[in-house]
Nanobody, 116 residues
Framework: QLQASGGGLVQAGGSLRLSCAAS????????MGWFRQAPGKEREFVAE????????SYADSVKGRFTISRDDARNTMSLQMNSLKPEDTAVYYC???????????WGQGTLVTVSS
């Protein structure tokens, strides 16, 4: 299971750090990612980090502002979000997948609201 936390209300330009705690599986064997879904929109990819913390990738909309990281010893993943914008407002989900698979393990989501 995955448990996301850290969401909240922040003003534009502010920062938040999301965390995702994993249990019940070999965390280090999974690619981990963050997705988000804004009201009335489809869920979209935000960031991904591969095994051993290699090759983080980001959506263009968050590149340079968000940083994804993982701590395999603690079975946790984080998303540091800086310079937040109102358009970052969404429910953020953490997810996991095996190397050649699609994301099929999902957390429950945490709400991020950025006020202008």
């Amino acid at each position: 299971q995955l448990q996301a936390s850290g969401g909240g209300l922040v003003q534009a330009g502010g920062s938040l750090r999301l965390s995702c705690a994993a249990s019940g599986r070999i965390f280090s064997s999974y690619f981990m990612g963050w997705f988000r879904q804004a009201p009335g929109k489809e869920r979209e990819f935000v960031a991904e980090i591969r095994l051993n913390g290699r090759l983080p990738s980001y959506a263009d909309s968050v590149k340079g502002r968000f940083t994804i990281s993982r701590d395999d010893a603690r079975n946790t993943m984080s998303l540091q979000m800086n310079s937040l914008k109102p358009e970052d407002t969404a429910v953020y989900y953490c997810a996991a997948r095996v190397t050649h698979g699609s994301y099929n393990i999902w957390g429950q989501g945490t709400l991020v609201t950025v006020s202008s």
